[in-house]
């Protein structure tokens, strides 16, 4: 039986933590994209994580899981260990965003509080 070049290519990255961390993140991003926040509860991205520590795709994208999930601290944290490891346009314009709804918060608290 011939393989394909793409069934090649599959074979070729397993066993790599790259491509099984980019798998993962994308998985991820998956649920995301249909609204499975709270089925997914960041099992992929942290997978992703577990197989390649500070892969920043997975980062980026548990920030955005961790923000939504109303932990902005966590969220900001693990942007800017993006952000610092690679200071990619997307990563720093979500940092920024981030830090503009953890000041917003804050400062929210503060109003309210006698």
Do not use: N
């Not at 994580?49 to 997975?58: K, T």
């Amino acid at each position: 039986m011939r393989r394909t070049p793409c069934a090649s290519r599959v074979d070729a990255a397993v066993g790599q933590p790259e491509a099984l961390a980019w798998s993962q993140t994308q998985l991820g991003k998956l649920f995301w994209s249909h609204g499975r926040v709270a089925r997914l509860r960041s099992r992929h991205y942290r997978i992703a994580l577990a197989v390649r520590p500070g892969y920043v795709y997975a980062l980026d994208a548990l920030a955005q899981v961790e923000a939504a999930q109303g932990r902005l601290r966590r969220a900001v944290a693990l942007e800017r260990r993006a952000t610092e490891t690679i200071p990619l346009p997307q990563f720093v314009a979500t940092l920024g965003d981030l830090e503009r709804a953890q000041r917003t918060t804050t400062q929210q608290r503060r109003a309210s509080t006698p």
